[in-house]
C-alpha cells in the first residue's frame, strides 16, 4: 500500500483515507462531509483546468479544490 495525496490521484482511483493536514478550519469542515480516517474515497472527475476534483465517498459526491485535496492523505494500493 502507498500513502500519496487525494489531489495528486488520477480519476478511478480508489484509497482509503489515512489523516488530514491543513487548518484547522478545513479539517473540521472536510470531516464534517464526511471525509474521516477510514472512509474509502474514490476520484470521479478532475475539472480541466485541475481545480475542482469531483469525489465520491459514502455514496454522495464531493467537491474540493485541489488545495483541500493536497491535505487529505490516503492509502492506495499500488
Do not use: F, N, W
Not at 474521516?36 to 455514496?59: F, N, S, T
Amino acid at each position: 500500500m502507498t500513502k500519496v495525496s487525494l489531489g495528486k490521484l488520477r480519476p478511478g482511483s480508489v484509497g482509503r483515507v489515512e489523516s488530514i493536514t491543513g487548518e484547522s478550519s478545513i479539517r473540521r469542515r472536510l470531516r464534517e462531509m464526511g471525509v474521516i480516517a477510514g472512509q474509502e474515497i474514490k476520484v470521479v472527475r478532475v475539472a480541466p483546468l485541475g481545480d475542482p476534483i469531483d469525489v465520491e465517498l459514502m455514496g454522495y459526491h464531493l467537491s474540493l479544490r485541489r488545495a483541500e485535496a493536497a491535505g487529505v492523505l490516503v492509502e492506495v494500493e499500488s
